[in-house]
């Protein structure tokens, strides 16, 4: 199939750096990691509160979140790991080869930014409102590790933006096509968009009490349906749609309920108080500081003695 024009698969994934290899997938995972942690401490500080507590909860979260990642895509695809022919146990430790649910990432990410929530005594919506647009930019940069790995593309296309897959890239049954729907494109794109929107709603209607993020998680959600009928790579499926298609749809309606019953139930913004541990650190140290401060001498006063009175 002849095509005029596309977009070039990469010449490489992974640099070596003496023995080290560094591959363009985990780099783009920190990228992004850094850049959510960057805006949600913007935004949190911009909501009132302290400067430093998105990186603290970030130091849960993230191992959280890519062990979750990473559980969610071994069990849902576990043919590709435990049936015959699989890599095995140690191909489903090779996250650096591609191969993190974003459901996963986002249940046990919640579960470790609740721990660290816990642990600094602050509240756990106000955080999730702050960082969402944040993830939402975290994942459009991730999706560039699709590309540089050239996996989870779409179905063939001669559009002018269609992506080349090399002939050792291809899915049986494709191997003569040579350009796909660059669904990790489409799908950043889309990301990208959903963390403007949600700053932009977030700003117009002052959302609180985790309505930020709930709009993320829907608006992504609405994108990731259409997206998914376009990848033609394995995937199990439940009454003839693909096992991620049912739970966007799933969780979308999660999201949309909680936005309409949240709004009615608490609407506003929640006022952001202070870290517990933060206060309870403050505290001591201007306590210690008090102790160690040196104490003002004594001022003495000098008496003069009065003259006796003259009685004669």
Do not use: C
Request: proline share 7%; net charge neutral; aromatic share 12%.
């Amino acid at each position: 199939m002849d095509v005029l024009a596309y977009i070039p698969s990469p010449s490489q994934g992974v640099w070596n750096l003496g023995p080290i290899p560094l591959r363009a997938y985990a780099l783009l995972i920190i990228l992004g990691i850094v850049v959510a942690v960057w805006v949600g401490s913007r935004r949190y500080v911009d909501r009132g509160g302290r400067a430093g507590v998105i990186g603290d909860i970030a130091i849960w979260a993230v191992p959280f979140g890519i062990i979750g990642g990473r559980l969610y895509h071994v069990i849902t695809d576990w043919q590709l790991y435990f049936a015959p022919g699989g890599s095995g146990f140690i191909g489903a430790l090779r996250i650096w080869d591609g191969g993190l649910g974003i459901w996963g990432a986002v249940a046990l990410g919640a579960l470790g930014a609740w721990i660290g929530a816990r642990r600094l005594g602050v509240a756990l919506p106000p955080i999730a409102d702050a960082i969402a647009p944040g993830i939402a930019l975290a994942q459009a940069i991730g999706r560039w590790g699709n590309y540089f790995n050239q996996e989870l593309f779409g179905a063939p296309t001669t559009l002018p933006w269609g992506l080349e897959i090399e002939p050792q890239f291809r899915p049986e049954g494709y191997t003569d096509y040579a350009t796909f729907h660059p669904t990790f494109l489409y799908e950043s794109l889309w990301l990208v968009g959903v963390a403007l929107v949600v700053i932009w709603a977030d700003r117009r209607f002052r959302m609180g009490h985790g309505r930020a993020f709930a709009l993320y998680v829907l608006l992504y959600t609405m994108g990731r349906v259409w997206i998914e009928y376009l990848r033609i790579d394995t995937a199990n499926q439940i009454l003839g749609l693909r096992l991620n298609v049912w739970t966007s749809i799933l969780v979308g309606l999660g999201a949309l309920i909680y936005l309409i019953v949240s709004a009615r139930l608490r609407p506003g913004r929640e006022e952001v108080l202070p870290p517990r541990k933060y206060v309870e650190r403050e505290e001591a140290e201007a306590e210690a500081a008090a102790v160690k401060a040196p104490k003002p001498a004594a001022k003495v006063t000098e008496v003069t003695p009065e003259e006796p009175e003259d009685t004669t």
